[in-house]
């Protein structure tokens, strides 16, 4: 069929930004057949003359393809582009990897049941050079069977796991690990920022800490049984002896802002004032956790 009729396709894949366009790539260079669209024309001219199926509206790329993927810029946007299509979509399978709360996935898994629609959600912990390369991961959740049934169209892109029924977990996940990731970044920024003002390059600072941050990784297995056992008693490092203090002083000595480090002083405080200063660093966990 030519670029103009995308029917019998066997990936609809709709929203061609960064992310999107890498994805209709990396299955393209494998020889599946997409059909693309996205609501700002222009974006697919490239998909188009790799052997993409050129659809004139979202209808029309869902009536192409059994499997519907979704990517998006956020929640409001996937229910603009799939209310109108709820009868379209019944009997079809919806993966959708736009980034969204787990709430929010959970609520889209049962939007999606109501009508008919089988699906599940995807988070993508990679960045769009990275599909279709090694190091990859996307993480779904949701409906196995459409997990297991398009494993060989969702291996094009990256690792896959299937984490859970549940349609938040994979965006739980996700969120939780870029949490850690943008604290750390911002961490560095601040080591950066600190060793900036004495005129030390960051270029030059960031070779310190890399290896060092790598090795403190391993910390990661006992913090984690602490916490899971709810026992923080045998510390290998005690509130107490982790006053950070002196590390919010040194900032504003600096002429730093000190609020990536005071945050984490005010947890590791409030649980020392609740007379746990003993206990092992893992505590502030408690303070992080809703009350």
């Keep these: 069929m030519s670029a103009g009729t995308p029917g019998g396709a066997e990936v609809a894949l709709l929203g061609l930004g960064e992310m999107g366009r890498a994805l209709a790539g990396a299955l393209l260079d494998v020889g599946h057949d997409v ?10 001219v490239d998909l188009v003359a790799r052997g993409a199926r050129r659809a004139a509206s979202a209808r029309g790329a869902v009536l192409a393809a059994p499997t519907v993927v979704v ?8 229910h603009e582009a799939l209310d109108p299509l709820a009868a379209d979509l019944r009997g079809r399978a919806v993966v959708n990897l736009t980034t969204t709360t787990p ?20 988070a993508i912990m990679a960045t769009p050079p990275m599909i279709g390369a090694p190091g ?24 896959s796991t299937f984490e859970d029924a549940d349609p938040g977990r994979a965006s739980l996940l996700d969120l939780a690990m870029l949490s850690g990731m943008y604290v750390m970044f911002t961490a ?8 900036g003002a004495d005129g030390v390059d960051a270029g030059s600072y960031a ?17 984690a049984e602490a916490v899971d056992r709810g026992d923080y008693s045998d510390p290998v490092q005690s509130l107490d002896w982790s006053d950070l203090g002196h590390l919010v002083r040194a900032s504003e000595e600096q002429g730093v802002d000190p609020a990536p480090i005071a945050m984490v ?12 200063g003993a206990d092992g660093f893992a505590r502030i966990y408690e303070s992080l956790r809703r009350r």
């Design 35 to 44: 059909a693309v669209w996205n609501r700002t024309p222009g974006r697919d």
């Design 71 to 78: 990517c998006l810029d956020d929640h409001a946007s996937v």
């Design 103 to 122: 709430s929010e996935a959970r609520e889209l898994a049962a939007w999606a049941e109501e009508r008919g629609v089988r699906y599940l959600d995807g």
């Design 136 to 159: 990859a991961t996307i993480l779904y959740s949701g409906d196995e069977g459409v997990f297991d049934e398009t494993r060989a169209v969702l291996d094009r892109w990256a690792g």
């Design 188 to 195: 560095f920024l601040h080591g950066a920022a600190m060793v």
């Design 207 to 223: 070779r310190r800490p890399a290896p060092f941050l790598a090795a403190m990784t391993e910390y990661f297995v006992l913090d």
């Design 265 to 276: 002083e005010a947890l590791r405080r409030r649980q020392v004032d609740a007379g746990h």
